[in-house]
Nanobody, 123 residues
Framework: QVQLVESGGGLVQAGGSLRLSCAAS????????MGWFRQAPGKEREFVAT????????YYADSVKGRFTISRDNAKNTLFLQMNSLIPEDTAVYYC????????????????WGQGTQVTVSS
């Protein structure tokens, strides 16, 4: 089992930046590929980015590619999402998730989820 807690969300002006964190506890953090998802009001949960166990592989949704960077610090059991050049369409609750699959993208490939952190981008 792994427990995940997101933090770092908030209100930011369009064009600004936020850095989200996801603190993990439980089984060894490096056992898991990690991902970020987001869900806007009235919308389905959307894949944002994933990172493999030792960060050798990353993959991003087209909507955030070039603006967001996923990273991890296995020594600190922490996952990050650096979000730059934010736009109002990025407004959503952001969730981190852990997977036993090497390169997970789909929601069902992630077994563990955090509670989410709200990101609001104003224009």
């Amino acid at each position: 089992q792994v427990q995940l807690v997101e933090s770092g969300g908030g209100l930011v002006q369009a064009g600004g930046s936020l850095r989200l964190s996801c603190a993990a506890s439980g089984r060894t953090f490096s056992n898991y590929a990690m991902g970020w998802f987001r869900q806007a009001p009235g919308k389905e949960r959307e894949f944002v980015a994933t990172i493999s166990r030792f960060a050798g592989y990353t993959y991003y949704a087209d909507s955030v590619k070039g603006r967001f960077t996923i990273s991890r610090d296995n020594a600190k059991n922490t996952l990050f999402l650096q979000m730059n050049s934010l736009i109002p369409e990025d407004t959503a609750v952001y969730y981190c998730a852990a997977s036993g699959i090497g390169r997970p993208v789909l929601s069902y490939e992630y077994a563990y989820w955090g509670q989410g952190t709200q990101v609001t981008v104003s224009s």
